[in-house]
């Protein structure tokens, strides 16, 4: 069965998505960083808005983690 990665977090730029992704790693929670849809363009590089995802049993562990990371354009769902 396929696992199910869940949306927990989105950041305004790459940069503050490595912030996020190395919180949850220290935590020890997978994550994934995507692209937000609309922004898949290499001409963005870093620039654009990056989904924070992590697998559907670390939604709440994730979102804890995460909740003192909001600002500068970030959010957590």
Do not use: H
Request: avoid cysteine.
């Amino acid at each position: 069965m396929e696992e199910r990665w869940v949306k927990v977090a989105v950041a305004p730029n790459e940069t503050l998505a490595l912030l996020m992704e190395g919180l949850l790693k220290d935590a020890d929670v997978p994550s994934l960083i995507q692209r937000a849809p609309g922004f898949d363009v290499p001409d963005f590089l870093s620039a654009g808005p990056r989904d924070v995802l992590v697998p559907g049993a670390f939604v709440e562990e994730a979102r804890q983690v995460l909740e003192n990371t909001t600002g500068l354009g970030s959010y957590v769902p």
